[in-house]
């Protein structure tokens, strides 16, 4: 059928819609012989580790908070090193801030479409799914037990510049002595950190997990003290 005047016009945005429906990706890319998530919150370990949860707050890039609740969580495996490097931290009258960890593949969504093309190096594509939505990935700091403050380091968490590589040469001596020093424990206790952000930690063996879209509500519903 021809159509004539505007209708043709008129019919465009509803054709788009349809088509971009089709596209759309509606959930997590499907993933076969990955292992059930076996997700440990992270303030249970220790009561001395810290938690920082901007996505929890409108401290952070989005502008809003996309997290309902201030909490953190990973792979069992990647928590237990985890806790290897904040007992060694403790020994220097340190500790270790968590800004995420385990995060809803859904959120990850979010972040792709709110940020400009020339910040996707900072966030990951969901159509690929992101380390943190298997439980894999850990932001994190380090902060004095005494004044509980952040040690100085280059840059701040999320800063979407090139003071966040971990092998940025500018700052202070002290800054990257100790953004070193967060990478050294970590890495020797299994984790990579991110080309782009010295906060970012990735646990190996992530391979082996789904990317997954559980929502926070649905974890470690049981809320057991710290262990120390």
């Avoid at 008129?10 to 076996?38: F, M, R």
């Avoid at 060694?88 to 960890?101: H, P, Q, S, T």
Wanted: proline letters at 6%.
């Amino acid at each position: 059928m021809k159509l004539r005047g505007n209708a043709g016009i008129s019919l465009l945005p509803l054709w788009l819609l349809l088509v971009s429906c089709v596209w759309a990706q509606t959930g997590p890319p499907k993933e076969e012989n990955k292992k059930e998530a076996d997700l440990v919150e992270l303030t249970k370990l220790s009561k001395t580790i810290k938690l920082d949860i901007r996505y929890a707050t409108a401290n952070n890039f989005t502008g809003r908070a996309v997290y309902p609740e201030a909490r953190a969580f990973l792979q069992r495996p990647a928590a237990k090193a985890l806790l290897k490097v904040h007992k060694a931290l403790k020994r220097e009258g340190l500790g270790l801030v968590i800004f995420d960890g385990y995060r809803p593949w859904a959120i990850t969504e979010l972040f792709w479409e709110v940020v400009r093309p020339d910040q996707k190096k900072f966030v990951a594509d969901p159509a690929k799914g992101s380390k943190h939505n298997r439980g894999c990935a850990v932001d994190l700091s380090i902060y004095d037990l005494k004044t509980g403050k952040l040690i100085p380091m280059p840059s701040d968490f999320d800063e979407f510049t090139d003071r966040a590589s971990p092998e940025y040469t500018g700052g202070s001596d002290l800054e990257r002595a100790n953004r070193d020093k967060l990478r050294r424990l970590m890495e020797g206790a299994g984790f990579t950190v991110n080309p782009n952000e010295w906060w970012h930690f990735d646990f190996n063996g992530w391979q082996d997990y789904a990317i997954y879209d559980i929502p926070f509500s649905d974890i470690g519903t049981d809320r057991e003290r710290p262990k120390e």
